[in-house]
């Protein structure tokens, strides 16, 4: 028995290297959890990609929940996910706010008018500044973002329809729910 | 040789030395106005203890992503804003976890990080102590017999 020792030793890090696998099957490495969900969304000033002479902070926005999408017409990822948000959109049941980070005016655009347009209002952050305090440090990245200002819910990377199934539209069932008392 | 396989050896050496230059220019972009080299050192050493969230195995300091600069900047104006390294640090903490860190801060979710091969190794010594008393015991008790047994484990 003793003997079978080291064989079974063996066998247990042979399942740990199993688990190991398993788990990076389920789980993004590089995914950094977001520490401001639950906490007030950072205060914003940001102009619009149709008149920069416009802008729309975090204060304007407070009163109603809202969904900001983090994207950029050089983001290839955010190219994959723009079919699901041109078709998924009108059935939130909450504004979808475009957040063009860190990209020039004319390329979003351009970028829009060739794949559609999914967004009730774009706003710009050409230097990536207030991207710093949301956290964003990949596009796509998504915001829910409740009537209070408060961030309760983040996705890091594509919105794919399951996510949307799964994650989004509970969070903004819950947000409804909330409100109704 | 073909004429298009000089092409594309040319289309490849041409690639290749345009990515260098890229490299070149993406470090020689940026060069922060610092006022002296003791403001210059607490710079470097502090980007080096912060992770570039974009290629994750790499820090601040190191880094040629987009993000990776847009946080230099950060850091360095903070600092000319005369910002203490541990406000610079918790300014990332909070909008990025403790993630943007190197070196874990020790509290309680990181406490098996920080003391767990502390534990293993402790296991370890058990055991040896444990097997190192069992055999010297065993080999006190069954001297005369200590031959066989020995050939016994050459066998195996």
Redesign the interface.
């Known amino acids: 028995m003793n ?1 079978l020792l080291p064989f079974f030793g063996f066998l247990l890090l042979v399942a740990l290297l199993g688990f190991g696998i398993w788990w990076n099957t389920q789980h993004d490495q ?1 995914e ?5 969900i639950n906490k007030p969304a950072p205060a914003f000033v940001l102009p619009t990609l149709d008149d920069a002479d416009k802008t729309v902070s975090k204060v304007s926005m407070l009163g109603k929940p809202y969904l900001i999408n983090v994207f950029a017409s050089w983001c290839i990822a955010c190219g994959e996910e723009h079919p699901v948000l041109m078709s998924e959109a009108p059935q939130l049941g909450v504004p979808l706010i475009g957040y063009n980070y ?1 990209d020039a005016p004319d390329d979003a655009k351009a970028w829009l008018e060739k794949h559609g347009n999914p967004y009730s209002v774009i706003i710009t952050d050409r ?3 207030t991207a ?4 964003v ?2 596009a796509p990245e998504s915001f829910l973002v409740d009537g209070k200002g408060v961030i309760r819910y983040k996705r890091i990377g594509i919105l794919t329809p399951e996510i949307i199934e799964k994650e989004l539209k509970p969070a903004i069932a819950a947000l409804a729910k909330e409100v109704q008392p | 040789m073909t004429s298009t396989g000089f092409r594309a050896i040319r289309v490849f050496v041409l690639s290749f030395s345009l990515l260098f230059a890229g490299v070149l220019f993406a470090q020689a972009i940026e060069p922060l106005p610092f006022k002296n080299h003791t403001e210059e050192l607490r710079f470097q050493s502090l980007t080096r203890e912060l992770r570039c ?2 290629c ?1 195995n790499e820090n601040l300091a190191d880094s040629n992503a ?2 990776a600069r ?2 230099r900047r ?1 850091v360095f104006e903070q600092m000319q804003a005369g910002k203490s390294d541990a406000e610079i640090k918790q300014y990332l ?5 403790d ?1 943007v860190l190197y070196d874990p801060p020790v509290k309680p979710s990181t406490w098996l990080l920080w003391f767990g091969p502390l534990l293993i190794l402790l296991a370890g010594a058990a055991v040896v102590v444990v097997t190192v008393r069992r055999r010297s015991r065993a080999g006190i008790a069954a001297a005369p017999a200590e031959r066989s047994s020995v050939n016994e484990e050459d066998d ?1």
């Open positions: 003997r590089r950094v959890p977001s520490p401001l860190k230097e990536g500044r710093i305090d949301f956290g440090y990949g | 969230l974009v994750q987009d993000l847009d946080l950060e903490v909070d909008r990025y976890s993630f195996w």
